[in-house]
């Protein structure tokens, strides 16, 4: 057995060792899993998980670190059409080396990978720098026979200063959001952003303290949503690590939230991964001892019946039948709206400014101004609100701008709500009484938002809002 210098194996505490109300997710063991080595940094392309493990990749040699324990190299098993997974294999690329390879990723196309790797490929080079063998992002591209090229770092990394890792894009590729412990952080490790300008990778800038605390920070997954999901242990929550998702916005990044049990126990819970735009995804965590991926498989209700939502408005059109052959050249009508608004003419028209109840008087009277007595009516309104889901957003937005979508003008009578249920029209799919979305793609969008009764689970209520997203 090959024993190594110490390699620096950028938060190797994770790769060793590992609110929101609890929801309805069903949380898998994946068979791919080995029950005496660590897997993690689960990353779905074409129907294939390509995952980091720490198993044996030979019976003759092994490579470990100074303390004995295996290095990661990076493993494939594919999607059977029955849901099955067959037998993980070793990947077979230039990037996947015999020291440290892990979190990985691809951008829309498939073609472009970057990869979490160490430094040096040889032990030679290994032993021979005085720096150790830091961790850095390196890209590879697939050429049209589906060949890898050999990894190239990027201009951001640093052999001898600092360890970089853990790449996620911005679904246009402008945006690499990656983990670093470079010095001036905020804690053990922070999330970075650098923007791609013109073919060249920008400064690295710290995300702020908002996302960033003293603890640490890791696992950035950036989904088309606009959410960037990560875990952190300094942000509070069930303990160890725990999965939070924060959103760009012209104010800065919003307060993380807790996406909550089950995603989150009291063991370390990071390396979160969506197959976009489905709402399915994996976890890693250590909630049974070793890392071990998990699938997660929200449990969104459906709603057979949506009704599109009626704008809340309380206005209604007035007249009186027994009026109807007074002639109006010669009597003048006066309406007393009960809500200090008066109105003139057989028929009118007003918009109450709210629900209630309302005294409304007819009176009419000649030209003259003599009221005829006789002619006087009135009539008690109550004016009822609808009862529905209400989406409150705007009509129009625009792509790729964070959308605020609110529930907070709807009314529900006797109908206690639970859990609100968002479905976007494309795909994506969330909880919440307010949530935060944004469009990738112009178009018209049909939203639905739907709640299910906390007193009778067969009850349910669904409405929806259509909305145009314009360039």
Known sequence: MLKLLPAILFL??????GSINAQEVKITKLPINDRYTNETFPCLIDSSIIFSSDR????????????GNQLFHL????????????KPALWNTPFNGIFNNGQIWFTDNGNTVYITK?????????????SGNGLGIFVSTKNAAGKWSRPKPLSINSRRNYNTGQPTLSPDGKYLFF?????????????????NINGTWSTPQNLGSKINTP??????????????YFASDGLGGQGGLDIFYSIQTDEGWTDPVNIGAPYNSPANDYAYFIAAPDDWGFITSNRDGSDD????????????????????????????????????????????????????????????????????????SDKQGIIKEDYVTSYDLNIKRKVQVYISSPDTVKANTPIIFGTERSYFGDFEPGTFYWNFGDGFKTKGRKVTYIFRKPGTYTISCGVISKKDPQKKMCNSKTIVVTE
Not at 179 to 185: A, I, Q
Request: glycine share 6%; aromatic share 14%; charged share 25%.
């Open 179 to 195: 983990v670093s412990d470079m010095n001036n952080g905020y804690g053990k490790s922070d999330i970075f952003v650098s923007e």
């Open 75 to 86: 493993f494939i098993a594919k999607l059977n059409p029955d849901s099955s997974w067959s």
């Open 118 to 130: 160490n430094f040096y490929d040889t032990y030679k080079k290994s032993k021979s720098s005085k």
């Open 12 to 17: 190797s505490f994770i790769l060793l060792s």
């Open 293 to 364: 991926i998990y699938r997660t498989d929200p449990r969104f209700p459906t709603f057979d019946i949506i009704i599109p939502q009626k704008e809340i408005e309380y206005c209604g059109t007035l007249t009186e039948k027994k009026m109807a052959d007074k002639d109006t050249a010669r009597f003048t009508f006066t309406w007393d709206m009960g809500d200090g608004t008066i109105k003139h003419g057989k028929k009118v028209h007003h918009c109450f400014p709210g629900p209630g109840k309302y005294h409304v008087v007819l009176t009419v």
């Open 215 to 228: 603890g640490t920070e890791v696992t950035p997954y950036y989904h088309p949503s606009g959410r960037l």
């Open 56 to 67: 044996r990749i030979s019976t003759i040699k092994s490579y470990t670190d100074k303390n």
